[in-house]
């Protein structure tokens, strides 16, 4: 069955479209609305990344109706709100911004759950930024005032071919310490030294915690650089975490592909995609960002080819800003199947149909695809001989032995990880045993939760990702449910329902936390 996506529209929020009337009615559809918010407006010179990013939307969603908008950093908030005002199902963003915080509160993100509230699924290039990325702790063993790194390491050398500009951007979340940002010239004549510091003062609630550097590689050839990391050595900053993003270098010395996604892409409901080699999907691309957010979520959702053929660049169009729009698209074909899906479903559906195991920090939920790979849909306990036999769509089944007869079964994600597993209450003596894999073994979690008599149920209540347990106690008619999989008291407790009903759970309004039933 051939699916276009028509009917459903897609905005697609970039830095410049130069180029892209050149494709109408070959690469792009034959008419798309347009609008600009970047002083310089919707063709800015010779950047012609949104063209390119257009024309692969087009590609995999060949029906949908295109909305392009570029905007500068000031004028995100009215873009959005433009393409909210144009009745888009999906916008696709392939860009960010590496000033945080990376924790899903920063400006940026705000805007993208704005969008996502009014029942737009909003996918985000990931970034390219593994390579690109440094992080530590504070430390001045010497008191010197200036961190070591990496052992006595102070200064990460970098290298700038020749004319190009870049950017060096320090992080940290503690307003009330100082650090600092200095750039070093390490070819002079003389030896090394410094050639630019940021030294904002950070010493009271309300001040930024950031430092940025812009510059230009004037020498005729490539040069090579370094940054390092000041603080004040009488009251230094010890143990404050810190990241460091060059936008863009070569060969950074010391690198940390861990937390390296930019903003909005680590909010929770954006749907942040990696980049792979269309050639090679079970390979990442070293550039491609990572996770976990700085909160310790697992982030991206899932990868997307790149190194795809444009009219616009053509033979190669490399980096998550290609892979993107490919889930996008989907979306947008998803959407065109299943009108009325809400952005949570969206996200959660693709993550389901991805070809992954479980979601990690590399790869999320593996590659996007809108087929199905194969993933458990439909699982039977037996209580009398706690053997599970998990349903594949394929038809085909896998069986284990988990848990003694009697115990209660229950299926969710314990981890976070995308897949649901088995977990089991034992009602005589009120324990939870919670296991992270669908096979043979004990419980990777056990502790006691609830009373005897006491049913079971799980689900996301505060919307982080992970299932947790909860207990229905018919005597009283009251749910206890537990943010955490752990010995406790109940977080959440209310009276629902009557003696002799059977609880259950379920995300019933699409907002991405689970209630019960």
Known sequence: MLIVAGGVRIGILDSSFTGYRDLLGTELPETVTTRSFHFEGLERGSNQHGAAVAEIVHDVAPGAELVLVNADSTHLDEAVDFLISEDVDVINLSGGWSVGPFDGTAEQDAAANRAIDAGIVWVNAAGN??????????????????????????????????????????????????????????????????????????SAPWHQPLEVIDWINTDSDVHRFGFSIGGNPLDPATGTPYDVFTNVV??????????????????????????????SPSSIQPYSSRGPTADGRVKPDLVAPDQVSTATFGTEFA????????????????????????????????????????????????????????????????????????????????????????????????NGDGVDTPGLYRSENGYMY??????????????????????????????????????????????????TNALGAADIEFWFGTYGDIPFAGDWDGDGIDTVG
């Not at 002079?188 to 950070?202: A, F, I, K, T, W």
């Not at 439909?378 to 069986?399: E, F, H, I, K, N």
Request: hydrophobic share 40%; glycine share 12%.
């Open 319 to 414: 980096g998550s800003s290609a892979s993107s729009p490919f889930v996008a698209g989907l979306a947008a074909l998803y959407l065109n199947m299943y009108p009325g899906s809400s952005p949570i479903d969206v996200r959660r559906e693709l993550g389901q149909l991805a070809d992954g195991i479980g979601k990690n920090n590399t790869f999320g939920w593996g590659y996007a695809r809108l087929s199905d790979p194969g993933g458990e849909r439909v699982a039977l306990q037996d209580p009398g001989t706690g053997m599970w036999t998990l349903r594949y769509p394929s038809g085909s089944d896998d069986s284990f032995y988990y848990g003694v007869p009697a115990d209660i079964p229950m299926m969710c994600d314990w």
């Open 250 to 279: 070569l060969d950074l010395g010391l690198q940390t592909p861990e937390s390296s996604l930019l903003v909005p892409a680590a909010s929770e409901r954006v749907i942040s995609v990696g980049a792979v080699p269309y050639f």
């Open 129 to 202: 930024e593994a390579d690109q990325h440094f992080a530590a702790d504070y430390v001045d063993a010497d008191a010197d005032g200036w961190s070591e790194l990496a052992g006595t390491v102070e200064i990460n050398d970098f290298f700038v071919p020749a004319g190009d500009p870049f950017q060096i951007v320090l992080n940290w979340t503690e307003p009330t310490k100082d650090l600092d940002l200095c750039l070093w010239d390490l070819e002079l004549p003389g030896g090394v030294d410094v050639v630019e510091c940021s030294e904002g003062l950070q």
């Open 434 to 483: 919670l296991r992270d894999t669908n096979d043979f073994g004990v419980a990777d979690l056990a502790f006691f939760y609830g009373n005897p008599l006491d049913l079971p149920v799980c689900g996301d209540w505060d919307g982080d990702g992970t299932d947790t347990v909860g207990i229905y106690r018919p005597a009283e008619a009251r749910f206890y449910l537990s943010n």
